[in-house]
């Protein structure tokens, strides 16, 4: 066996992405010892069941002793109370990460907390399922998908570059960006479309004149694509929203400010503004396919679902 | 062979439903001769060289000569002309349904253009990709989704029994639903969905501090769902939201209205009203999932996309 990157892990909550790690770790050999902690007896009980870490301990402290690296994988909106917690725990010289969707509230709230010695360097990775908790992680997750890494100030090129290893031993591909961008292209790309998909089921759940039954049989028209993500952990993106209030109030201005062009020309009846505008957005998902991010399978290859 | 259920059946317009019917009524051994006609003549050509129809016209009135059974699966917004046009030629006691994913406008469109002598049974198999055109088409499309049967006054029930068992033998369940209803019923499983996809692909594509290659590179963050139902063929879609207009107004209103509520607790800090909504979702997905009309691979099962 080669080298390990890391020579101790500690990952700090034991959901998908965590659980991911573990196994896209394991699969490539990349690093010694895993161990873990979750806040639920019931998650830290799973995870020794199945397998998940080499070693799952009652505190948090306990699992980040001697770790050469540090994963924080809980909600963002607890992140900065889990580094305080840990922070005189910490070894030195180690370096402290994160896989929150968020990354400019998460380096406000974790950064104090740390010590000098150490080194913070926020990630994340963007990749995911609409599954969640110890038993949903799988070692492919991140295969060919972006991790964005975002140094602070002062963060060591050298610790950064241990990490960007770690992302693409696990498979992942690994950009740098700054907090701020890395915001807003989030909202873009990801918290604005879960929050409109949240929206659009709940608008179908909440109908009078439509049953729920009626909703659920006619889904395959187009509206069960919303479901998936629309199923996607309510806590975290509770959290997601909250941590990234500006970028996503912003994006979801630009949004209804485009709904209403699109409903005025249906009133209207301006047939050439819809197919105008239809046209447009049929290059961006040939642009998707072409850089591997999505299946050129039609109805991403689900078409065969069986009852 | 048993006796098929129509001994002939014209396709007038050959896109993603036509293809796929062809296809479907071919494996089930369901039918005689199936005729074709499309406007275009590169369609006529394709379908000719991938033996899309046992014959293929070039003009509609033609292609239903002697059809016990016509189905217009052209845009919803040219079914009146093509009812007009092709009426003189109808054979006395033919069905003629179509596949329009509207069905108020369509009824008033092609039904004083249609003869006392033939049935008109309006239907809407709830199937597609979002890939369209004469090659897009594939035998198990309908399996196990579902067609709606729209009789209008004077129906007769001995066609549309014959129907129903046509559309049984392609795979698909088949319910029977009032106009109005399935237009209400389909701008929330189908209509509003389309639309909200259409206009967020197109605001991530018209942002300036976002470029479209960062959009396509960390589209797997969600956004990409959304793509796929906005690469949806733009003609049938600008023909959908003008001729159903109200329903369509009507569910995006109650969708606006939602939006501003969520938006409102993501500015306020209203955690819980996030979390409660967010949950509340869940059980839709779960539904379908149940009802055989998604599947429950992570991520509809696409995880493992490659380069």
């Given at each position: 066996m080669s080298t390990p990157i890391y020579n101790r892990v500690a990952l700090i909550g034991l959901g998908l992405i965590a659980s991911s790690m573990f196994w896209a770790m394991k699969r490539g050999g990349l690093v010694g010892t895993v161990t873990g902690y979750a806040r639920s007896e019931d998650t830290r009980n799973t995870a020794r069941d199945i397998g998940l870490c080499d070693e799952i301990y009652d505190t948090a402290s306990e699992a980040v002793k001697d770790a050469d690296l540090v994963v924080l994988c809980v909600p963002v909106g607890v992140m900065g109370a889990v580094a305080a917690e840990i922070a005189p725990a910490l070894k030195e010289g180690a370096t402290i990460t994160d896989v929150g969707s968020v990354k400019r509230e998460v380096i406000d709230a974790v950064g104090p907390h740390l010590p000098g010695n150490v080194h913070f360097i926020p990630g994340h990775p963007l990749a995911g399922t609409e599954h969640s908790g110890?038993?949903?992680?799988?070692?492919?997750?991140?295969?060919?998908r972006f991790t964005l890494l975002v140094p602070v100030e002062g963060s060591d090129p050298k610790a950064t570059a241990t990490l960007r290893a770690l992302w693409e031993g696990m498979g992942a591909k690994v950009e740098e960006m700054d907090p701020d961008h890395h915001d807003l292209v989030l909202a873009v790309t990801s918290h604005a479309p879960h929050l409109i998909a949240y929206t659009m089921v709940g608008v179908a759940d909440d109908l009078r004149r439509v049953t729920d039954s009626e909703v659920i049989k006619y889904s395959?028209?187009?509206?069960r694509d919303f479901t998936r993500i629309a199923a996607s952990d309510p806590t975290m993106w509770r959290d997601v929203f909250l941590n990234n209030k500006d970028a996503t109030l912003e994006i979801l201005g630009r949004f209804t400010e485009e709904l209403f062009a699109l409903q005025r020309a249906i009133r209207t009846g301006d047939g050439d503004h819809l197919y105008d505008y239809f046209t447009r957005t049929r290059a961006i998902r040939r642009g998707i396919i072409e850089a591997g991010?999505?299946?050129?399978?039609?109805d991403f290859g689900r078409s065969k679902v069986k009852t």
């Open positions: 110890p038993r949903s992680g799988f070692a492919e997750l991140f295969d060919n395959a028209a187009g509206f991010q999505d299946t050129d399978a039609p």
